[in-house]
């Protein structure tokens, strides 16, 4: 595909902590004979928002994308009407990644490919070809400030009305820079654009000393749309925040405390999650931030009399990536179905493009976060597109020697601190994941030579036992503020090589690469045989670390042969039993404990470790109102109260209580083993998920002291029909061929 070539900008300035830089706008006339369609392709480093005779015809927000315009430039193409004789193309532009000051914590701020922010365009209409260059003039917009992270500054003096339609007189404005073209690949994006979901409006307004508290109802990101009538110069300042402290808005505990150098603080303490207004005082007013956007419940508004402050001046625009709802869960039970919305809602405000780690403090795409979180979102959303989409600036961002970094997009940081394999497992969890449940070759293909370097990598990192300890571990583990994780760290870090190495053969042999599944498959083994001989008392099959983690992760991951299993899973009980019944992971144990309880016949108690009231459990999350997950699970809320990682129990809901095993082995999306779990403190539960194949449905309930299963399956679906947790077919078959249909299930 041909692509524009040549970018242009507006000024050589960006964005400093001292010195802000408006948004610019750009405009260019032009003339068709007759009225048609014209093709439009467009491209920035930064964001942009597209008119066409003053009609906005951009994709969605934060558009093209997010990613470092070194590894990937990103373009959009539309087709448009144009009228006979003049017609205008506008564009504004935002900072976006190319000049992200408030990412200084990650180093963005020092970004080699920190610039103004720049665009290329071409127009196809017949024999109509406008291109960008510096005909096109350039002038600033009223949006005086704007970032990713901090928000947006709005001065509605400044309009400029008519600047993107016909007669508008732009004599006055500047021609566009050349700027140079960026090092990126090119590429057409194809992820789900972002766009608003639905509108909610507050549920309270409440007078404080400070403003005038509005309250949502629900933690979820996007943006506030504000409509006032106000008085020239009047100036309205929005906080955003998740959390309330002794009846104030508190955003102390969302950004990161002051660095050695004292750098950034102050700038980041006034304006971090704040939009403001400044009104021209003519009547009903409306504005929409473009190039940002907040995690939140509360908006602090200051700046507005006791009569602006109404149920109408505020309305949330709830945004994330427009994805396709692929499957459900539900239940009569209150504490499941709370969970299940909080994980969706966590799921979808952490959805701008791609997985991020948390909507309002970070907005980064954390590989540990996408790699623990992509099964259960695949199970609700067809997210393989845009998953595809990220895998590539994945795959972009390895450095020479095969290692990952812990975010992407990335500046260069994430490579000495915030990876290591629990992260960059990420590489073989997408595609595994995407191709288990869609399908998805192509990721596999594009990933591959990824794959290869990668798998060489770890064997350079190996110490003299063969075993690794090169990053991050068992994370956020359950319990007070950053308790270090329990599992040792060469623990995790073998176990989730194997796992990649695993993961990476299936995925070779899915694409017919039998050399590269075979070394993959040496590695696994290799890690698997040094994890044995190191890290296992065989005399109790206790794992190194003796917690629950590392029970369950070397459990899960078949590092205990079958004959070993039945020992070793009585130790995990004894560990669960040593804290009472709770759960006493980080997030890698906490994906995985839930499963193997389940899958040697402990439902009943992997249910009570989520649900139960007291702290530390899923269940205590709820004792305290909330409705999002937390990012760590502590008594107060500290950081990020918007995060998914902990999402896997839904996964867990479907796949083990409803009993939907889609494509257990990841090589016959034709089939579908139903395999439910009927526990003692559920009466009902159902589910469904939209297999490439068509619906899969199931659903049991408990009737007259009999559990009633329905399935319903497409034809040409196989599988099997097998019940567990100690429940077997009226008939006393243990296990039948798939078929759609009602069956009766008795306790054995």
């Known amino acids: 595909m041909n692509f524009p070539k040549c970018f242009i900008k507006a000024t050589n300035e960006f964005n400093t902590p001292e010195k802000f830089i408006a948004a610019p706008y750009f405009r260019k006339v032009f003339t068709v004979n007759e009225t048609a369609e014209a093709q439009i392709k467009i491209g920035s480093c930064g964001f942009y928002k597209l008119f066409i005779n003053g009609e906005d015809v951009t994709k969605g927000a934060l558009a093209p994308y997010i990613s470092n315009p070194d590894d990937m430039v990103y373009f959009d193409q539309y087709t448009v009407n144009l009228n006979k004789g003049e017609n205008v193309i506008g564009v504004m532009l935002g900072n976006g990644f190319v000049n992200c000051s408030a990412g200084w914590v990650w180093e963005f701020d020092k970004a080699v490919f920190r610039s103004a922010p720049s665009f290329a365009l071409n127009l196809v209409c017949g024999d109509v070809i406008i291109e960008s260059d510096e005909s096109f003039k350039t002038a600033p917009s009223p949006i005086t400030f704007d970032d990713y992270r901090y928000g947006e500054h709005y001065d509605a003096n400044l309009e400029l009305d008519g600047w993107n339609t016909v007669g508008f007189d732009d004599s006055n404005w500047n021609n566009a820079l050349a700027a140079s073209s960026p090092r990126g690949e090119i590429r057409l994006c194809e992820a789900e654009p972002i766009t608003v979901q639905r509108e909610i409006k507050p549920k309270s307004v409440t007078k404080l000393d400070d403003g005038y508290l509005y309250d949502f109802g629900e933690n979820c990101a996007g943006v506030c749309r504000l409509s006032i009538n106000g008085a020239k110069g009047q100036v309205v300042n929005m906080r955003y925040g998740e959390l309330i402290i002794d009846g104030k808005l508190d955003v102390e505990y969302l950004w990161f405390p002051k660095n050695e150098n004292g750098i950034h603080w102050d700038f980041d303490k006034d304006n971090i999650h704040r939009d403001i207004y400044t009104c021209k005082g003519e009547g009903l007013e409306t504005y929409t931030p473009s190039f940002t956007y907040h995690g939140f419940q509360y908006v602090m508004v200051t700046g507005i009399t006791d009569n602006q402050a109404t149920d109408d001046l505020l309305t949330y625009l709830v945004m994330n990536s427009n994805l396709k709802s692929c499957g459900g869960f539900s239940t009569s039970d209150k504490t499941l179905t709370a969970l299940q919305d909080m994980t969706i809602r966590s799921d979808l405000a952490n959805f701008y493009y791609f997985i991020t780690d948390c909507p309002q403090r970070e907005k980064n795409g954390w590989t540990a976060d996408a790699a623990l979180s992509t099964e259960q979102m695949l199970l609700k959303f067809d997210a393989s597109t845009s998953l595809r989409e990220w895998m590539r600036n994945v795959c972009k961002a390895q450095n020479d020697v095969g290692a990952l970094p812990g975010i992407v997009p990335t500046s260069g940081w994430g490579f000495r601190w915030g990876n290591g394999p629990a992260w960059d497992s990420v590489l073989a969890i997408v595609p595994y994941f995407c191709y288990k449940y869609r399908g998805d070759k192509q990721i596999i ?298 069956y009766t299930l008795v306790k054995n």
């Not at 029970?551 to 042969?561: P, R, S």
């Not at 019944?581 to 980080?586: A, L, T």
């Not at 796949?655 to 395999?675: E, H, Q, S």
Request: a negative charge; proline letters at 4%.
């Open 445 to 742: 293909k594009e990933c591959a030579p990824a794959f290869v370097k990668y798998l060489h990598y770890l064997t350079t990192r190996n110490d003299e036992n063969g075993l690794l300890a090169i990053g991050l571990g068992d994370w956020c583990h359950v319990g007070e503020r950053y308790t270090r994780p329990t599992a040792p760290l060469i623990v995790t870090d073998t176990l989730m090589a194997i796992d990649i190495a695993d993961k990476m053969a299936v995925l070779f042999d899915a694409v017919d690469m039998k050399p590269q599944a075979d070394f993959a498959r040496s590695i696994a083994a290799a890690y698997r045989k040094a994890f044995r001989d190191n890290l296992i008392d065989f005399d109790t099959m206790t794992v190194n670390g003796e917690c629950q983690s590392s029970q369950a992760m070397a459990i899960y991951y078949k590092l205990f042969e079958t004959s070993e299993e039945e020992k070793a899973v009585a130790k995990l009980l004894e560990l669960i039993d040593a804290t009472d019944g709770h759960m006493d992971v980080g997030v890698l144990g906490a994906r995985i404990i839930f499963h193997v309880l389940s899958d040697f016949g402990y439902a009943d108690l992997a249910l009570n470790m989520i649900t139960r009231p007291d702290f530390p459990s899923y269940g205590y999350l709820i004792e305290l109102g909330l409705n999002t997950l937390w990012e760590k699970f502590t008594r107060e809320p500290m950081e990020s109260l918007n995060h998914h990682f902990w999402g896997d129990i839904t996964a867990w809901f479907v796949k083990v209580l409803v009993g939907i095993d889609y494509n257990p082995n990841a090589t016959d999306l034709g089939r579908v083993d139903v395999k439910p779990h009927v526990v003692d403190a559920l009466n009902d539960v159902s589910a469904y998920y939209d297999s490439t194949m068509g619906r899969i449905e199931c659903s049991w309930v408990k009737k007259d002291g009999k559990v009633v299963l329905s399935v319903n399956v497409p034809n040409e679906m196989n599988g099997v029909i097998a019940p567990q947790n100690g429940y077997v077919f009226a008939d006393g078959e243990r296990k039948k061929t798939l078929a759609s249909g009602e």
